[in-house]
């Protein structure tokens, strides 16, 4: 089974695509990732799930690719009298460590870190932004603010703290649980929420190991700060346009998601684009106009992947979603401007042996019009590198590993199968071709071109590029 494709699509399953029907359809209208979201839902719903997206790679005979998506620490107020209050533009505010329900004056911030880190002259958001405050002093325990923002304000409402890292992991005790959990299913990929630097990442990947690769949501502007050190230390990154939205003016959010993508690209790790893509589609059967612009423009952009969130977990259409996505996706694959913009994204190799091997795959795929690239990967590095170049032909991965055939599935332009080891040039030319054609990139007479590592079966030692004809 082929995605006539290059850019991949990530869906979110929830109370609407539990069943082992929506969870195929989503699979046959185009979906190359499912994401868990372990905001919600319980642990046995999620095992069930799992349960049947590996279910699809036996009816399928396709790898399959699975996202655990980790909550991630959540900062909220405390209660108010009555369960809310009304906060009036220009009226003194004080977030303080009383647990006595709150007013129109106060309420009880049940987070002591934030007493550390917050100071005069930043900004609070509360509930997704839609209140703002000042601060103008933080002192014995009572943030002082100015409200720049009214309105109402409900219990328990989420709290943003845009101008300031705060000390706090970015893995909650609840999302330890949680991944032990994931882990032990065998998911392919952990998100972690709320990345905010370089040692986030470091102490996830000392718990997961090699159990699982990281991806990093970028939706703090303290990780912008640091997009380089985050995408090299990460295996993926998310362009988590929800709480970037919130945090960083809604102006700055598209040329942020333009910097988080170069970025990635730039350091070979994938992307997705998610939050909002085709957020009407929750309710209608058709997208807008905007949401469909939104689609195309992170696809020409040179995401690896698109992501629906409510749209395929909780809304009225996830399959018609589906197939929206891929429609946009296709079309714009079809616009010759694509290919240019791509080609004018290229960015430097960097200075390894395989990254010199897969740009030079890159050009040489170009020149001889080959029917397809293919690459032999233990690890996944030598088709993802594949996949950073963005060669004109499709790259045909081939593994030995099953759970590097899973990782790779929703990786740009990669259609990911496992095969055996090969032991000479002589197998390695024959596997290729044969499974070419059988996976239908190529015919009889025509080229492909062939990237390995020798001595074969180890990993990171991608050393040899070669031309094959198909026989």
């Known amino acids: 089974m082929r995605r006539n ?9 929830g109370p609407a695509s539990g069943d082992v029907e929506t ?19 319980s642990h046995e719903d999620h ?45 003194q505010f004080v977030l303080d460590r009383d647990e006595t329900p709150g007013d129109a004056s106060r309420v009880y911030l049940p987070h002591p870190e934030l007493f550390a880190a917050v100071a005069a002259g930043q900004n609070l958001l509360l509930d997704d932004g839609k209140i703002r405050l000042s601060v103008e ?41 949680d991944l032990e959990f994931a882990l032990s299913l065998g998911v392919d990929w952990v998100a972690l929420s709320f990345v905010q630097q370089v040692s986030d990442i470091e102490d996830a ?18 990780a912008m700060l640091d997009i380089d050190g985050i995408c090299r230390a990460s295996d993926s990154v998310m362009v988590a346009r929800g709480d970037l939205g919130v945090e960083l003016p809604i102006s700055q959010v598209p040329r942020a998601q333009k910097e988080i993508i170069r970025a990635a690209r730039k350091y070979g790790k994938p992307t997705i684009v998610a939050t909002h893509m085709l957020e009407s589609m929750t309710e209608s059967p058709m997208p807008t106009r905007a949401e469909a612009s939104d689609v195309a423009n992170a696809i020409y952009e040179g995401a690896d992947a698109v992501m629906l969130s409510a749209e395929s977990a909780s809304g009225k259409n996830p399959v018609r979603a589906v197939q929206m996505m891929d429609s946009i996706i296709k079309e714009v694959e079809a616009d010759p401007t694509y290919r240019t913009l791509l080609d004018a994204q290229q960015v430097a190799p960097l200075p390894t042996a395989e990254d010199a091997i897969c740009n030079a795959l890159r050009d040489v795929t170009r020149v001889i019009d080959a029917a397809a690239t293919v690459t032999y990967t233990k690890s996944g590095h030598t088709s993802m590198s594949a996949a950073r170049v963005r060669p004109t032909a499709s790259i045909l991965s081939i593994t030995p590993e099953l759970k590097t055939a899973r990782r790779l599935a929703w990786v740009w332009g990669i259609h990911s199968i496992v095969g055996d080891d090969v032991t000479s040039v002589d197998e390695m030319v024959k596997v290729a071709t044969s499974a070419a054609m059988r996976e239908g990139f190529a ?13 074969f079966g180890a990993s990171g030692t991608t050393n040899l590029l ?4 198909v026989k």
Do not use: C, W
């Open 23 to 41: 969870i195929s359809a989503l699979f046959e209208a185009g979906v190359d990732m499912f994401r868990f979201n372990f905001s919600h839902g």
């Open 47 to 91: 095992r069930a799930r799992h349960e049947i997206v590996r279910g699809l790679e036996t009816k399928y005979g396709r790898p399959v690719s699975i996202l655990a998506d980790l909550q991630g620490p959540k900062i909220r107020l405390g209660t108010f009298a009555g369960d809310s209050a009304v906060l009036k533009e220009g009226e």
């Open 137 to 177: 002093s933080n002192k014995d325990n009572r943030i002082v603010t100015r409200v720049t923002t009214g309105g109402k304000i409900s219990n328990r409402k989420g709290v943003n703290v845009p101008d300031a890292i705060l000390p706090i992991p970015a893995m909650t005790p609840k999302d330890l649980i």
């Open 205 to 222: 990947r000392k718990i997961i190991g090699d159990r699982a690769l990281i991806q990093s949501k970028v939706e703090k502007p303290a």
């Open 466 to 469: 070669h031309i094959a004809v």
């Open 443 to 455: 015919k009889v007479g025509e080229s492909i071109t062939i990237s390995a590592g020798l001595p």
């Open 5 to 13: 494709r290059k850019a991949k699509i990530v869906a979110t399953l």
